[in-house]
């Protein structure tokens, strides 16, 4: 199977800058999509910042001119850069990731989540 695990959140204030980490480990195949959701008290989970199967990226709409998501393949990392942080950025922040490993019979489709990082924007 494939894990993932966030590290970087924490307590930041209104206008300031964070970076979250993602890192994905296993028996891996291919990493074909590897991006953040979020999801904060009472509401659904939404898109941050993705790249998808073709190597684009996709920004959720009420972050995507503040943030940016970096990838390194030769390490299956994944760095969400967020600037100017509003109160209502505050949430957990999920890794996601999908592609294919490997077992013996070959390679197979997964799809995982990290246990997710808290971010906090308050004063």
């Known amino acids: 199977q494939v894990y993932l695990v966030e590290s970087g959140g924490g307590l930041v204030q209104p206008g300031g800058s964070l970076r979250l980490s993602c890192a994905a480990s296993?028996?891996?195949?291919?990493?074909?999509?590897m991006g953040w959701y979020r999801q904060a008290p009472g509401k659904q989970r939404e898109l941050v910042a993705t790249?998808?199967?073709?190597?684009?990226?996709t920004y959720g709409d009420s972050v995507k001119e503040r943030v940016v998501i970096i990838r390194n393949k030769s390490t299956d990392t994944a760095w969400l850069q967020m600037n100017a942080l509003k109160p209502e950025d505050t949430a957990v922040y999920y890794c996601?990731?999908?592609?294919?490993?490997?077992?013996?019979?070959?390679?197979?489709?997964?799809?995982?989540w990290g246990q997710g990082t808290q971010v906090t924007v308050s004063s």
């Open positions: 996601h990731a999908s592609g294919y490993y490997t077992d013996s019979h070959g390679p197979k489709s997964f799809e995982s």
């Open positions: 296993g028996s891996i195949f291919s990493l074909d999509t």
């Open positions: 790249f998808t199967a073709g190597g684009r990226t």
